[in-house]
């Protein structure tokens, strides 16, 4: 071999070594490196959780790994008024927690006492430690033979229903259902028995009848001396005293 090709061949060698060292030392950077930061900003329209919940899932520590931001969106999104988080370290070395909770429609409240939430999404979630308390209307389910289910979505469907309308939503303080009145519209206005009965093709035509008469009576001052409104009927309205 001559002396020329042997030197290129030790050149060339060296060169490949080199880039083997470059690339190990690159990997291992990536691996060992921590993204300090020294804020938190915690962003979103939250009403169930807050910065505490962050700050025990961090734990003490002012630079974090790229994994380590993974696994605590994880543990957020364990939470169940969490629906999405997301972490990261901005320009300014603050840690961004940006999390998006369930927006709730109603409170559920069952016989046994067991507390849920219901989001405008369908999705139901149990009230934990983390959870505060946010204002909703109350929704009382009783233990009966029907699925719970089943009544979860014929709420669903009255909250909705209750919610797009202005005077619906600013009367409505509780919901109950029970097997003989069905749905019962409990008033914020001393405390008046609406009964709705079941939820059906019909609930349009109820709660617009409500409407009419809440105006009728308004017009009069009369609202308030009726302590039971009954919807059920087809072609009527009932109202007690």
Do not use: C
Not at 18 to 35: E, G, H
Not at 159 to 178: G, P, Q, R, V
């Amino acid at each position: 071999m001559r002396v020329q090709e042997f030197k290129r061949m030790v050149k060339d060698w060296a060169y490949l070594f080199f880039l083997l060292v470059t690339l190990i030392v690159l990997l291992a950077s990536a691996f060992s490196w921590k993204p300090t930061f020294n804020k938190l900003r915690v962003e979103g329209d939250l009403q169930f959780v807050d910065s505490t919940v962050v700050f025990q899932i961090l734990g003490i520590a002012d630079s974090i790994k790229p994994q380590r931001l993974e696994e605590i969106e994880s543990k957020l999104e364990e939470l169940e008024p969490i629906k999405e988080a997301h972490l990261f370290i901005s320009h300014d070395s603050t840690l961004v927690v940006r999390i998006e909770e369930h927006i709730p429609i109603a409170r559920i409240i069952t016989a046994r006492g067991e507390n849920y939430y219901m989001a405008e999404d369908g999705t139901i979630f149990l009230i934990t430690e983390v959870t505060k308390p946010v204002y909703v209307p109350v929704a009382l389910l009783p233990e009966e033979e029907i699925s719970f289910n089943e009544r979860i979505s014929d709420l669903r469907t009255l909250i909705e229903s209750i919610s797009k309308d202005e005077f619906l939503s600013s009367i409505t303080a509780h919901l109950a259902y029970s097997s003989s009145k069905g749905w019962v519209l409990i008033s914020r206005i001393d405390r008046q028995k609406i009964i709705i009965g079941e939820v059906d093709e019909r609930l349009g035509v109820k709660l617009n009848k409500l409407r009419k008469f809440y105006k009728f009576v308004k017009k009069h001052g009369l609202w308030q001396a009726y302590k039971t409104i009954d919807l059920r009927y087809e072609n009527q309205l009932v109202a007690g005293k």
